[in-house]
């Protein structure tokens, strides 16, 4: 339990800090795309929605901020799947999606955002949350569904993951909030599959590469990815950041008791259904209060100006 809860919270920094980092990557380029839009040296990188091309994120992507929040993300997905291996999906998720307070705290230094005082509050509620899940967490189960479960989150990734990139693309800037809810649900399937993957132990490469759930990790956590990089781009970091915190948290903590076997202490049940009402209540509070735009809405404003 101590050794699952030291990753979890090691993967939770992780992951705060590269989400602040890809945010400032992602409004770097954004800058330098207006001003070369500015000039007349490049074409509009947003879709007719308003929201950010492929081009656009592609370039995002390789800013070397983004690059090494990218690396420690990496670090994170493999901190959080051990973790995933060690603790109930209930609490392992909830304390990896405390990386919200690290990224709050990190934007204030690196983006300049200011926080109000309902965010701090909302923060507040979750690091509680936090200690309640830690203090009720019981035994994780074992992790076996029949491969029927697997090839089913396959599919539900691919639906995930293909079509919410399609309604945040058609959203523009009003998606950043659906972009992060859709991008925590492709983190919420990797976390899912890292538990019921099959070759792991004792490792076995024909049943790990022939089990879908590998691949449901892969679409999973690229495809969440991605989206996540779109909500940075248009969102707030804060605002995007809880929305992924309450889709890579709700649906793989009910998943965990209802199917995988995951449970509470003794009596402690309900204390385990407040702590992760407060922390899913706690985050969509900071999604509700983030304030600050994303760098493509700002751009376009300050095009527009330009132009006039």
Not at 176 to 200: E, Y
Not at 244 to 251: D, F, N, P, R
Request: contains cysteine; aromatic residues 6%; glycine residues 16%.
């Amino acid at each position: 339990m101590i050794i699952g809860l030291v990753t979890a919270v090691a993967a939770s920094t992780c992951y705060g800090v590269g989400s602040v980092l890809q945010a400032v990557g992602s409004r770097r380029s954004a800058r330098e795309e207006g001003r070369a839009e500015s000039a007349g040296a490049a074409k509009t990188q947003v879709t007719e929605h308003g929201g950010p091309s492929l081009g656009s994120t592609a370039k995002a992507v390789v800013t070397w901020e983004f690059i090494l929040g990218t690396v420690l993300d990496f670090v994170g997905f493999l901190l959080g799947a051990l973790s995933a291996r060690l603790l109930p999906l209930f609490l392992c998720q909830t304390v990896i999606s405390a990386n919200l307070v690290i990224t709050a705290l990190c934007s204030i230094k690196l983006l300049g955002v200011r926080l109000k005082r309902p965010e701090w509050t909302a923060i507040g509620v979750v690091c509680g949350a936090l200690v309640l899940l830690a203090i009720a967490a019981g035994h994780e189960g074992t992790g076996t569904v029949p491969i029927a479960t697997h090839w089913w989150l396959l599919l539900i990734s691919i639906a995930v993951i293909g079509g919410g990139s399609l309604l945040v693309r058609r959203l523009g800037t009003k998606g950043a909030i659906v972009a992060g809810l859709l991008s925590g649900l492709g983190f919420g399937a990797l976390g899912i599959g890292v538990r019921v993957l099959n070759g792991v132990d004792p490792f076995n490469v024909g049943q790990l590469v022939s089990d879908p759930a590998l691949y449901a990790i892969l679409i999973g956590g690229l495809g969440g990815m991605y989206l996540h990089t779109v909500a940075l781009q248009i969102g707030s970091v804060n605002g995007a950041t809880a929305a992924l915190v309450v889709g890579e948290t709700v649906v793989p903590g009910i998943v965990g008791v209802l199917w995988l076997g995951d449970a509470t202490r003794a009596g402690l049940g309900w204390l385990g259904l407040l702590g992760f009402v407060l922390a899913v209540a706690g985050a969509v509070a900071v999604a509700h209060y983030g304030e600050g735009e994303g760098a493509l809405q700002v751009e376009a404003r300050e095009h527009q100006a330009a132009a006039h």
